[in-house]
């Protein structure tokens, strides 16, 4: 297929399903008896990228680095503050709401809170198709019964209700409802780790089979680094609102740049006893994303910290291959195995008071 | 239809080199049952567990398996409908269910100590940082209120807390939820216990934040020689930190045994299966994570043979109607499974390679 540009001009090629350029979401922080905006929690900043037709792209990073709302602002939950998105190389504000939902679902982390408890699972399963008018009752019936026999429950369950079911069992029944539309792009919200251990892999074999079967796209939002690489063609690693590493899957595993990503992975507990290792621990921690660092945001955490961090917010440079990475001082790092020093707690704290005497100048 | 008549043979439950070991606390044959309306739920149904001085025993298991209940139990912080119905809960040379309150409130913070997943369960909203941990020296020690500030601005050092002068005033809320953690820690380290009891206590917590609690039990461990029970899912958490390891499953231990051992051969097919389908950086990402089918049994309606009988890839038919016993192996470990033969009195528990091939029936 030539890599031709989609019709609107937005130099989105065919094989992109969905774009994302510049994505900048903030949330008002309100305040004081009148309730007025005192600040902006940055949850996204400029962040972009593509997700090709067919592929799982992984978005990781630890609690509030914006994972979350990149999914949901993809799905129109939010208006973005800025940036676009294209899905299929149409701008998604200028599309209808209800195209949006049939193209577009998502899984959510809690199975159990994210089912309506006083409604049966066909009730559930068959919503979306009873709000876009789809098929007669008897037509919707057998695809609410198809679906259930698709995710591996059985059909004979539709008329119960979510409690009498367990979360792996739940969790099943929220992909059949975000399925029964036959989206072609599913956001996957952590959609493993609420679940009992030895549940989570049913799960995640049931994703890949449902991908083979119906050519979805994923994007899939998690902090387990070994279920992302696990599942994902291609990874972003988001830290503070920002994208600071993405690469292929094999790539990013095996020639992770970024020293924050390259924590990440030290931070994993490896489950070998044999091995013994010297791990990377990041002191501090993440810094409040209403007041982002100046400079780079990894810079009260970074262990290869230069001047020029707490002045130039680094841009994403490519290394080849499409594996980018925003960080000043990368090429010192862009070699295979070359260990990171360790910071001290003592520089640590050196570090986050010169910032903060820096801050209150 | 546990056969119970046998006699009072060499117990067989602890690993044998457990078993010799200079032990701390030893629980043996701890029952707690939950009285509901239903019914009796056996949260805890004849565990036996012990933890030498200044090691770490790593107890795992999925929720609902009675791993936390056995923590409590130990601490005897089950309230009714739960009761602890049998079982020694021995602390050195004393049982801990037969103390009285009174001395077992002066265990509790002082000889243990417990640290939970959420943080918020075991700090008071109401009181300072430096309030609830002079609570428990004023209950523990004598000593005078400038004693007592001096203690605490140290154990805020001693788990990392920067700034313990002005922490010290901080509200619960005021913290992050890796500080909170570091607060619950340093409350329970007030006293040096000789032994930590943490549930889950990085589960809530990122991964590099995770990392850094996780060394700092490490580094206070290696400087107190305190004994450490950690209960988590997370096997990489126990890889990394425990001596030992029982794997508990639907209220009973079904495998014990030293880390190296358990890591390199586990033996249980439940331990097994936990083990290949969690996803590692090591997983082969062209091939389909193997899984253990169905789920957990509701603690109601188990089984009348071996409890994991229907998710099982290795059933056979004895499996069906025999409760298997923890099994003492060569090698000194203990598994609760038909496939490994079971005590000399017994005289049908030898595996039989053709029950294996009929294994499916046993299922659903």
Partial sequence: ?361 | MSNSNGAPEPRMELPERVEKGDLLLSVRNLRTHFRVRDGIVRAVDGVSYAIERGKTLGLVGESGCGKSVSALSVMRLIRPPGDIVEGEVMWQDRDLRTLSDREMRSVRGDEISMIFQEPMTALNPVFTTGNQIGEVLREHRDFTRKQRYERTIEVLRLVGIPQPEQRIKAYPHELSGGMRQRVMIAMALACEPQLLLADEPTTALDVTIQAQILELIREIRARTGMALLLITHDLGVIAEMADDVAVMYTGEVVEYADVGSLFAAPKHPYTRGLMTSIPSLMTDRAERLSTIRGSVPHMMRLPLGCLFQSRCPDAMNICRDNRPQLQRLEDGRTVRCHLYPQRPSGHDGEPLPQARATAGSAAS
């Fill in chain 1, 1 to 361: 297929m030539a890599t031709e540009t989609a019709g609107s001009g937005n130099g989105v090629s065919d094989d992109v399903l969905v774009s994302v350029q510049k994505l900048t979401k903030h949330f008002p922080v309100r305040g004081g008896i009148l309730l007025r905006t005192i600040g902006h929690v940055h949850a996204a900043d400029e962040v972009s990228f593509d997700i090709k037709r067919g592929e799982t792209f992984g978005l990781v990073g630890e609690s509030g680095c914006g994972k979350t709302t990149v999914g949901r602002t993809i799905l129109r939950v939010y208006p973005p503050t800025s940036g676009d998105i294209y899905f299929g190389g149409e701008d998604v504000s200028k599309l209808d709401r209800k195209v949006l939902a049939r193209n577009m679902q998502i899984i959510f982390q809690d199975p159990y809170g994210s089912l309506d408890p006083r409604i049966t699972v066909g009730g559930i399963i068959g919503e979306g198709l009873e709000v876009h008018g789809i098929g007669s009752p008897d037509e919707r019936n057998e695809q609410i019964r198809e679906i259930m026999d698709i995710v591996g429950i059985s059909s004979h369950y539709a008329q119960r209700y979510p409690h009498e079911f367990s979360g792996g069992q739940r969790q099943r029944i929220g992909i059949a409802r975000a399925l029964v539309l036959r989206p072609q792009f599913l956001v996957c919200d952590e959609p493993v780790s609420a679940l009992d251990v030895s549940i989570q892999s049913q799960i995640l074999n049931l994703l890949r089979d449902l991908q083979g079967e119906f050519g979805l796209t994923y994007l899939f939002i998690a902090h387990n680094l070994a279920v992302v690489r696990y599942v994902c063609d291609r990874v972003a690693v988001m830290y503070l609102g920002k994208i600071v590493e993405q690469a292929d899957t094999p790539e990013l595993f095996g020639n992770a740049i970024h020293p924050y990503t390259r924590a990440l992975m030290d931070a994993i507990p490896v489950p070998d006893p044999s091995e013994q290792r010297e791990r990377l621990i990041i002191p501090g921690e993440l810094p409040s994303p209403t007041n982002p660092p100046q400079g780079c945001r990894f810079n009260t955490r970074c262990a290869v910290v230069q001047d020029v961090c707490f002045n130039e917010e680094p841009p994403l440079r490519d290394f080849g291959d499409g594996h980018l990475v925003a960080c000043h001082v990368a090429e010192d790092f862009d070699r295979r195995g070359t260990a990171l020093p360790q910071l001290s707690s003592e520089m640590h704290d050196a570090i986050t008071d010169s910032v903060r005497s820096s801050t209150t100048d």
